[in-house]
């Protein structure tokens, strides 16, 4: 509602005042529960993305690299530590406030496409852009662009289950920019690819990231790694290394890395949320 709003941008412009981070993990911590077993997933991991990056996160089966995209895109709650969004503290959030999150802040790009296999390309796109609030013509128009960004212009009446598997990744990628979002999240989007295919949908991901802010997970550093401009990466649910590659710029030159090492912070905040995703 309006106050929750109000209360939001209050605070927005009191915490830190100016330009600030996208997204701030602090001291996260997660663990899975079952009725024999207690998993920790990830344990304290501070971490901050902006715009403009093209985040690869690595590390072996099980490091907590799904976990960790999970929690920054609002699709599972964490135990311990806070998510900042744009400064603001994700632990006031209800179960609305998520919902918004995700259906407005996010957009994914699974592995396994997530599309509508009987709509043509161009229907897959307006279902995505129908939850936005825009006229059919302009939606159709909207579409179109969005589909040429992809590169699937030549098939916009095909039927999704027609397409190859790097088309359908392309077609989910579109999906995911219909919602407009800053903040793009792919969990290995690679994964059921051949490594040329592969290679393209990595490059696109880059071109995306020059306004956006892209956070994919991937077990094919070595595909990604002259595209990306950070790596993350994970162990047994740790930061191990976080480098800095390059500014996302295709003209300028790469940097040497840098590496940054992870501070920790002395608040700790405790939040227990159970999300679905939406
Ligand atoms: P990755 O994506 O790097 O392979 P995950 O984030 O999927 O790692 O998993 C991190 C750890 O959490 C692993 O030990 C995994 O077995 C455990 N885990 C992941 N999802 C669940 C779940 N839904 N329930 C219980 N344990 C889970
Ligand atoms: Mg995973």
């Known amino acids: 509602g309006l106050s929750n709003s109000l209360r939001q941008s209050w605070r927005r412009r009191t915490i830190d005042g100016g330009a600030r981070m996208l997204i701030r993990l602090e001291n996260i911590t997660k663990y899975y529960y079952s009725s024999t077993s207690v998993t920790q997933a990830l344990h304290n991991i501070n971490l901050e993305f902006d715009r403009g990056e093209f985040v690869a996160i690595t590390g072996e089966s099980g490091g907590g690299k799904s976990t960790l995209l999970n929690v920054i895109s609002g699709m599972t709650g964490f135990d311990e530590g806070e998510l900042y969004i744009e400064g603001v503290e994700t632990s006031s959030f209800d179960e609305t406030d998520w919902e918004n999150f995700r259906k407005d802040r996010i957009g994914f790009v699974f592995q396994d496409y997530d599309l509508f296999d009987k709509y043509t390309v161009l229907e897959n796109v307006l279902a995505a852009l129908y939850l936005r609030n825009i006229e059919y013509g302009d939606a159709v ?104 590659l390059k500014k996302n710029d295709a003209a300028a030159p790469q940097t040497e890395p840098v590496s940054r090492t992870g501070k920790q912070q002395s608040i700790r905040f405790v939040s227990l949320n159970m999300r679905r995703r939406s």
Do not use: C, W
């Open 141 to 244: 128009k909207r579409a179109k662009e969005i589909i040429e960004k992809v590169g699937l212009t030549g098939f916009v009446s095909q039927k999704a289950e027609k397409l190859s598997s790097g088309q359908k990744q392309r077609l989910s990628i579109a999906r995911a920019l219909a919602k407009d979002t800053e903040i793009i999240v792919a969990d290995e989007p690679t994964g059921n690819l051949d490594s040329e295919t592969g290679r393209q949908i990595v490059e696109l991901f880059a071109s995306l990231a020059k306004d956006k802010l892209v956070i994919m997970v991937t077990h094919n550093y070595e595909q990604a790694k002259d595209y990306v401009t950070r790596q993350v990466r994970l162990y047994d649910g740790g930061v191990v290394s976080d480098t800095v």
